[in-house]
């Protein structure tokens, strides 16, 4: 059983040299650009002052790692997106949970939920800056709200997609409403939480973005309004690329929960 | 023969906005103790509803079921078993756990319980796979491990809903066979809704010909084999064409 055949080797070694070649592709173009743009900018075909250059965004970063401002904004930053993204998803849970116990209220609640869903959240942002204050609870409330009412709609269609005969079961073994959620409808919707979770933590950095370029002394999102305002664009490039980082370490960490709990359930 | 069930005068209907769609009408049996009764009827009649009445899950709009001479309710004690047409084990629990679902829900898995639901998977070969996901074992083994789930809360009457109509033919032979097995071994007391006859024939004691829709009782015909022999035996046997001609002639008969 344990003898692979000559083909299958074959076969094993041409996917290998495929996902090798995919691999160093992808570094080479992105050293490719890094190069052709700190070239650009030290021949003088671009502008550094408006385009900066690799080497200064470096330098800039460098400096601030010194006097230890960088880790504060990018701490501030995190911070408000991951209590949003934390509040994002309990409060998913429970209003969910209530749409699916009462079907009146889901009725009742769905044409709201579906306007506030196609709502363009930035639109909120002003107003919440002058109910609530130019801090950091505004921030977060922004970032929920571009996340929130879509996550909503996506649990509920996932609840309503269990199949009812897995519900008419529980009903079958002696069980009430309470054991058809635990037992059936949350278990089942919980590779949808997880893509749900997926897409909302990257809503929530953009919201708490929008937040911080209108409400914030801190964070990276000040850092890309304050020095695009003064011109200090390494500043701006420095923090787009650190909101990269976090988007994709943020996102990672998802995706690695995920398969832990696909793990688990082989 | 002690009298277990007693399904009395018992209509129903459906409601919808376009209208009512009556689906029972004035359905009377007894059902006694040991007995296996099958119940067949023309596709759409209304053969899953009357086991849901039956199991309470549903509310005669007239007349009633009786379980030992008390009304059958969702709230009453369950000593009533249900078999749906799909296994429905769930992926995120092991065989083990699955099999404890019922247990679990009612609040009575206590170390005594869990043991006795053990030995059925014991008895019935499937200890060996209790640690392992539904999407290991085949068709007919989910079919016995759902059997296993219902027969964990010990009901006093089992009720299958067409739960072999998912297998492919070869299967579902044996499990049909296999099935009836473990419930003449438990000595349930059975009730099996199918369009498929030779099933009927070939497992029931006693078989229900329901009409079309709205249903009611055509026929109830009484089947002889002897005690010893297997559902599939029974498939072979020279009485088996004689009554499947019967039922099949009651069921295409015109009213």
């Known amino acids: 059983m344990n003898e692979v055949s000559i083909a299958q080797q074959d076969f094993l070694r041409s996917q290998k040299k495929h996902k090798r070649i995919v691999h160093v592709s992808r570094l080479c173009i992105f050293l490719l650009f890094l190069i052709l743009w700190e070239g650009a900018a030290q021949a003088g075909a671009i502008d550094s002052f408006i385009f900066s250059s690799p080497s200064k965004v470096l330098l800039c970063a460098y400096g601030m790692v010194l006097d230890h401002s960088l880790f504060s904004h990018i701490g501030i930053t995190l911070f408000e997106t991951i209590s949003s993204f934390g509040l994002v998803i309990v409060s998913t849970l429970i209003v969910t949970i209530l749409l699916w116990y009462n079907k009146r209220i889901s009725e009742a609640l769905e044409p709201y939920l579906v306007v506030l869903n196609s709502l363009p959240k930035s639109a909120l942002a002003p107003l919440l800056i002058v109910w609530l204050g130019a801090n950091y609870t505004t921030i977060i409330i922004t970032g929920m709200s571009v996340a929130i009412f879509g996550s909503i709609l996506s649990l509920y269609t996932s609840f309503q997609s269990v199949d009812a005969e897995k519900v008419k079961l529980i009903y079958t073994l002696g069980g009430r409403k309470y054991q058809a959620l635990t037992k059936v409808i949350l278990p089942s919707s919980i ?37 695009s305002q003064v011109f200090k664009l390494d500043w701006v490039i420095m923090s787009i690329t650190i909101l990269c980082i976090l988007a994709c370490v943020l996102y990672g960490l998802i995706s690695g929960l995920e398969k832990c709990y696909l793990k688990q359930l082989s | 023969m002690e009298q277990l069930m007693d399904i009395s005068h018992v209509s129903y209907s459906y409601h919808t906005m376009q209208g009512e769609t009556p689906a029972l009408s004035n359905i009377n049996f007894t059902v006694h103790k040991g007995d296996f ?28 079921v009786f379980l030992y001479g008390q009304k059958v309710s969702l709230k009453g004690s369950h000593t009533i078993g249900y078999m749906l047409q799909h296994d429905h084990l769930f992926e995120w629990r092991t065989v083990e ?73 070869q299967t579902r032979l044996t499990v049909g066979d296999d ?57 072979n046997s020279p009485e088996f064409k004689d009554y499947f001609n019967k039922i099949w002639k009651e069921l295409n008969e015109h009213e």
């Open chain 1, 191 to 227: 590779p949808s939480l997880f893509s749900i979770m997926k897409v909302n933590i990257g809503l929530c950095l953009v919201g708490v973005i929008i937040g911080e370029f209108i409400a914030s002394r801190k964070g990276l999102g000040y850092l890309i309004i304050y020095g």
């Open chain 2, 37 to 64: 009764l099958a119940i067949v009827g023309p596709s759409g009649c209304g053969k899953s509803t009357l086991l849901s009445l039956m199991a309470g899950l549903l509310e005669p709009e007239q007349g009633s």
């Open chain 2, 97 to 169: 756990k699955n099999v404890l679902l019922g247990l679990e829900i009612q609040n009575k898995l206590t170390s005594e319980t869990k043991k006795s639901v053990l030995g059925l998977l014991k008895t019935y070969g499937l200890y060996k796979f209790k640690d392992a996901r539904p999407s290991q074992l085949s068709g007919g083994m989910r079919q016995r491990a759902a059997l296993i789930r219902t027969l964990a809360l010990k009901p006093e009457i089992l009720l299958l809903d067409e739960p072999f109509s998912a297998l492919d033919y």
């Open chain 2, 179 to 235: 099935i009836g097995a473990i419930i003449k071994k438990e000595g349930k007391t059975a009730i099996l809704v199918t369009h498929d006859l030779s099933e009927a024939i070939s497992l029931g004691t006693q078989i229900i010909v329901l009409s079309k829709r709205p249903a009611t009782i055509k026929k109830i015909i009484p089947i002889h084999f002897p005690e010893s022999i297997s559902a599939l035996e029974r498939r």
